[in-house]
């Protein structure tokens, strides 16, 4: 059996449970009217570690992703403010163009270091951001973040009810294609060269690709998609606040990636499931403790699943042919 093959038998099984992870997330909301919401956050959350799974490809870790988050969910907090009204899709265009700009910028000097410096390179642009955020009071307020009034969508005003399924099943269509779209990503010649930088750069350089251009694009990519994670967060909560560039957020991401696993797209949504729903049920009874709760979550996956949650599936089932 060739290795394309081998590759196939393992990912089909994944994509099936992404599909049914889709239609949970689009059904089970009708039935408990709460977990709407929480859905909501974690396609969301889904879309914005989709870059981090990206970067993972390369063996690049980002400690400052964050940045891109906030400046979605900044962009349109300010046209809310400063000019006024909006739809859903127009907060997506302008939080998605914003994050691109600003990822290209950040990435010409971000993708000429690897490892470490890569990473707190990320974070130092991360922090510069977040201090800007803070001290502009007069535009940002500063640690009190700006109100995101509920937009529309395409010219429907909706209630509070109606506009959490709303936000849910925009949150929904855009996570099915981000998820699609960055999986054929993977798989395409640009993906396999993603990972060439991981394994063997100096050969990919023989070969005449360039590895920073390889680079820069999955990370254009990859703050897209932080930046339309960060709109949607900020439509869902109706704020955008500082601590949304802040290191402890880019953290966040990077644990919900290790979570998940990054051998699969669709390990940036099992990550960011299992993160969201510990957090909402362990600090609805342990409201001191749920951190202590997620630090045991992620050593258990790391000791027993060292690729994440979609490992698992893989892990029981060489075992299973071990016990043989």
């Excluded at 039935?31 to 956050?41: D, E, G, H, P, R």
């Excluded at 909706?158 to 999986?183: C, D, H, K, N, R």
Aim: include cysteine; aromatic fraction near 14%; proline fraction near 2%.
């Amino acid at each position: 059996m060739s290795e394309k093959d081998l590759m196939t038998r393992r990912i089909k099984p994944i994509t099936t449970a992404a599909v049914i992870f889709f239609l949970v997330s689009a059904v089970a909301p009708l039935f408990v009217a709460s977990w709407a919401t929480l859905f909501a956050l974690i396609l969301a959350k889904g879309i914005v570690v989709l870059g981090i799974v990206l970067l993972l490809q390369a063996g690049q870790v980002s400690f400052g992703h964050a940045m891109f988050f906030a400046i979605g969910a900044y962009t349109s907090a300010f046209w809310g403010k400063y000019v006024g009204g909006g739809d859903i899709l127009l907060y997506l265009v302008l939080g998605g163009i914003s994050s691109t700009v600003f990822g290209l910028i950040v990435g010409l000097f971000v993708v000429r270091y690897r490892e470490i410096f890569f990473g707190m390179l990320n974070l130092a642009f991360s922090m510069v951001l977040w201090s800007l955020l803070e001290k502009m009071f007069p535009y940002t307020n500063g640690a009190d973040g700006i109100r995101v009034a509920r937009p529309g969508l395409l010219g429907f005003v909706f209630t509070p009810e109606t506009f959490q399924y709303v936000i849910l099943y925009v949150s929904l269509l855009i996570a099915a294609a981000a998820f699609y779209g960055v999986q054929r990503y993977l798989e395409s010649p640009l993906g396999h060269m993603l990972r060439a930088i991981k394994s063997n750069e100096t050969r990919l350089e023989y070969l005449g690709m360039s590895a920073r251009r390889v680079l820069l694009i999955g990370y254009v990519i990859s703050a897209f998609l932080g930046g339309i994670g960060g709109t949607l967060v900020a439509i869902i909560q109706q704020i955008a606040t500082p601590e949304f560039g802040f290191w402890t957020k880019s953290g966040e991401f990077v644990f919900i990636a290790i979570l998940g696993g990054g051998a699969h797209a669709f390990g940036a949504f099992a990550g960011a499931a299992m993160f969201e729903c510990v957090r909402f049920y362990a600090a609805a009874h342990l409201a001191d403790s749920w951190q202590l709760i997620l630090g045991v979550v992620l050593i258990v996956i790391i000791l027993y699943a060292p690729n994440g949650l979609i490992g698992l599936r893989q892990r029981y089932r060489q075992s299973g042919k071990g016990g043989r």
